[in-house]
């Protein structure tokens, strides 16, 4: 398929990634001359240096023979101004960034056919991995009946030095599967013969009600938290806070502004403290220690950072950091950062679930790796129903995580059968999506 994208920012050169990996045909547009050279010499894409709203570019991208249309640029009025062209054109699905809440209401009436706006579903990933310590990655599909979990290896887990197939033995009512480990730069898909070390960073699709369970056997941290202290005072920060003071969390929420810490506190049940989010000495004086995290959720990178490394120079045993730059989120975790996420990166997985087809669901990445987890349901037609696992032909390079059926999860084995109406989670490396496409999907 061929997909054009407005914008070669972290959403739009994020986006071009993944989808060049796949073997799609993408054309960017970008009106900075600098940010077009750049890309073009990292992509092996078409980049056209122009408006992205102008129909005389829009045609030298020969955005008509387009099957969906991105506008993802930092400008709310410049996303949805490009889909109003593309839409002219005849481009039959357009997808628009936009934050604004009143451009939002009225975008659909201006060729947008999708809105998407990442900073929900950004809170409830930051209150996610809040609430489980030692976790990396968390994201959840089925309605919250299956989740996918992420985190390091470390000594003291008793999958350490084992084999998935040894591992299974000691896994008491096996509730998961390992769907890959990250070790370097290489990521494996897993099999019964992969072999999981300390520092390994381990990739695990689990039932819910057993995640704190699972990521015990790998010695990822379980330690139950008490307090959230939370730097920034951004709408995402709020929405999390919420978030988390309904799962009966203390929350503390840190801003500089006078005027912006005034209007949360109004706004906002936790509590809200005057302060420089990056002064040790205040930060001392919350006494941060065990049953602490701390989140960066300022919408300034260095902040972030600098709030968190000094909050773990100050006792806060667990330290998460959004960050925009998600070039720089991978390089964190041996300086101090536990955990990162990123609004650019949530954009970008609600924008590929309409790059996939009708049935994918829920699309999530995993950082530091060129993975997905795709959830799909089965439909009538689709070749996978009535197949047996051991039968079905999954490439090398994808696994099958776990099944939501009705109102119960199936750990799957290969005797497993699929049906019509199974929600199905799929782990595939981007080589392989291609493939459990049209394995699954009718």
Known sequence: MRVVIVGAGHDGSYLAERLVAEGQEVVIIEAEEEKATRIQDRLDVLVIHGNGASPAVLRRARADEAGLFLAVTDSDGANVLACRSAKALGVPRTVARVEDPDLREVSPGLG?????DARESSAEQAARLAEYAGVTEYAVFADEQLSLVAGVVTEDGVAAGKSVMELRPLAEGWSFIVAAVVRGDVTTIGRGDTRIEAGDHVVVMAETDRVRDVIGMFGIDTEPVRRVVILGGTRIAAMTAEILLDSGYEVVIVEEERERAAFI?????????????TDADFLATL?????????????HDELNLMGCLVASAVGAPKTIARFGH??????????GIDATLSSRVAVANMILQYVRRDRILSVATVKDTDAEALEIELAVG???VGVKLIDLGMPRDAVLGGIARGKGVIVPKGDT???VGDHVVVFAKSEAIDAVEKL???
């Open 326 to 335: 998600r070039s720089v989120a991978g390089l964190l975790r041996n300086v």
């Open 417 to 419: 059968v699929l049906q």
């Open 112 to 116: 947008v056919d999708v809105v998407v």
């Open 440 to 442: 699954l999907l009718a």
């Open 287 to 299: 006494r941060l220690g065990e049953g602490d995290v701390v989140v960066g959720l300022s919408g």
């Open 382 to 384: 689709s070749p996978a």
């Open 265 to 277: 506190a109004r706004r906002s049940r936790a509590s809200v403290l005057l302060a420089d989010p």
